[in-house]
Structure formats: structure tokens, C-alpha cells
């Protein structure tokens, strides 16, 4: 069975950082392209980074500069560490998986073939 768990979510204060892990189980990450989202509460999940099979990435407008999204294949998980983090960034952030050779920017949901479940990431003082 496919499966991504990811992990590292949790309660930080603005200007912090936080790294995320996105875990996977039944198959091996270094062979599909990844995507990181985020969805807030009533609103549109945001594609926010991608990481390529060579490890090019791209990022969404709203987070360049203070995200990096990186590939440990030797673990088969992927990172997205996020610094100077702002209350705005508050939401449930989601790793996802696409059999597509390349990662378009913004990356999109849609292509996404396979879904984590999800960790609550909330910036508050």
C-alpha cells in the first residue's frame, strides 16, 4: 500500500522554524516528483514547493526566500524546512507525490497522485 505520513508540525512562535518530514512506505520517493501544500481554514489548498527526481525545485511566491524543500532518498523522505515563519502561514501542511517529470510553478494539486494525511503547523506568540 502507498502511503505518506508526514510529521514535524506543531506550535511556533512567529519568526521561528519548523521541519517537516514527509515519509513514505510502499514505494520510493526519489523516483516521483514531490509537492508540499498547505490548506488554512476556508481556503483553496496552495501549492507552496516541489522538489523534480533530480532535485530542482521551485517555490511559491509566498514562501521563497524562507522554505527549502530537500530529499534524503537514503531515508525515502522529504523536507521542507521553513524559516521565519508568520502567523499567515498557520495551516494543515500536506506532502503529495506525482508520477510527472517535472514540477510547473505553482505546483498543482491536480497533479498530485498520492496524498499524506497532513500536520497542523500554527504560528502564534
Known amino acids: 500500500q502507498l502511503q505518506l505520513v508526514e510529521s514535524g508540525g506543531g506550535l511556533v512562535q512567529p519568526g521561528g522554524s519548523l521541519r517537516l518530514s514527509c515519509a513514505a512506505s510502499?514505494?520510493?520517493?526519489?523516483?516521483?516528483?514531490i509537492g508540499w501544500f498547505r490548506q488554512a481554514p476556508g481556503k483553496e489548498r496552495e501549492g507552496l514547493a516541489c522538489?523534480?527526481?533530480?532535485?530542482?525545485?521551485n517555490y511559491a511566491d509566498s514562501v521563497n526566500g524562507r522554505f527549502t524543500v530537500s530529499r534524503a532518498n537514503n531515508k525515502n523522505t522529504v523536507y521542507l524546512q521553513m524559516n521565519n515563519l508568520k502567523p499567515e502561514d498557520t495551516a494543515v501542511y500536506y506532502c503529495a507525490v506525482s508520477r510527472a517529470s517535472y514540477c510547473p510553478r505553482p505546483v498543482n494539486p491536480d497533479m498530485m497522485d498520492v496524498w499524506g494525511k497532513g500536520t497542523l503547523v500554527t504560528v502564534s506568540s
Open positions: 522538489i523534480t527526481r533530480s532535485s530542482s525545485t
Open positions: 510502499g514505494f520510493r520517493l526519489e523516483y516521483y516528483v
